[in-house]
């Protein structure tokens, strides 16, 4: 009696080209990695973070925030006991450009934003608001 497991199959399968294909991934823009964190002016290069916080009733706060790295000036931030979705980090983005340019929703120059690659910074609706309202990668 051959006795049937999940590499078996997986084995057999691969053999004889019967695997699926595997879905494309999008192509993402290479970020460059120039070793250089700090900036001279404002409004030149923007970060942003999120971090989770236990209440004492157990729920958790999820805080997003949007920081200026020349002088650390917290420009945005949400609170949210939901996830940090893409509608938050749009959100905080537009927050961000309206507290540091006025009610113009593009900045003057190009900001380049640095962010982890968290769901709601790569989906593709935030990374269209992005580069419409001046943000570079």
């Known amino acids: 009696m051959i006795v049937l497991d999940a590499k078996r199959i997986y084995r057999a399968t691969s053999t004889y080209g019967l695997l699926m294909e595997r879905r494309p991934t999008p192509s993402r823009l290479q970020r460059r990695h120039g ?5 001279a002016r404002s409004n030149q290069r ?3 973070e999120g971090f989770e ?3 004492d009733n157990g729920q958790p706060l999820r805080v997003t925030f949007a920081l ?3 002088n650390r000036e917290a420009m945005s931030l949400a609170a949210t006991t939901a996830g ?3 509608d938050i980090v749009r959100d905080l983005m537009l927050a961000a450009v ?3 340019v006025g009610s113009a929703l593009h900045t003057p120059s190009e900001i380049e934003w640095l962010s982890d690659n968290g769901s709601g910074y790569t989906v ?3 990374r269209r608001v992005a580069e419409d309202i001046g943000r570079t990668h």
Not at 35 to 39: E, H, I, P, Q
């Open 35 to 39: 070793g250089k964190v700090g900036v």
């Open 46 to 48: 923007w970060c942003s």
């Open 53 to 55: 916080l236990r209440c």
């Open 68 to 70: 200026d790295w020349c």
């Open 84 to 86: 940090h979705s893409g």
């Open 98 to 100: 309206e507290n540091r």
């Open 124 to 126: 593709d609706e935030t």
